[in-house]
């Protein structure tokens, strides 16, 4: 949320549907290993696009990412891009992310993988 911060996203294969509701730890030797959760979610506008020139805007309602983002390829990258926050009223210059995966989480996410397993 503060327009000062750039994030790098890099474009993955296609995942199915069901993937952007799972929440659970991803066995070691396996692709993705560790834990997983679902740090926001909400919809999304798309404003402008120039995929040539390697540049997409878009607006995001999430739940904790709101209002107007980039983004914008990296120089020689295929799938390197950089997420950037735009100014507008929800820019906040003093926002920090705060780590979601706690030890209680984590905790709570290995109750959920073993209780499946006895089922």
């Not at 506008?45 to 120039?50: A, I, L, T």
């Not at 920090?96 to 209680?104: A, H």
């Amino acid at each position: 949320m503060n327009p000062k911060d750039k994030r790098l996203a890099v474009m993955v294969d296609d995942h199915p549907l069901e993937y952007g509701i799972f929440e659970g730890i991803i066995p070691e030797g396996h692709y993705g290993a560790g834990p997983v959760i679902i740090w926001d979610s909400g919809t999304y506008d798309s404003v402008k696009q120039d995929i040539i020139k390697g540049k997409i805007e878009f607006y995001l309602r999430g739940k904790k990412l709101k209002g107007l983002f980039v983004l914008t390829r990296m120089k020689g990258k295929e799938k390197e891009w950089l997420f950037i926050k735009k100014n507008d009223e929800y820019s906040d210059g003093n926002f920090e992310i705060r780590p979601e995966l706690t030890e209680e989480r984590r905790r709570l996410l290995q109750e959920k993988i073993q209780s499946c397993h006895m089922t």
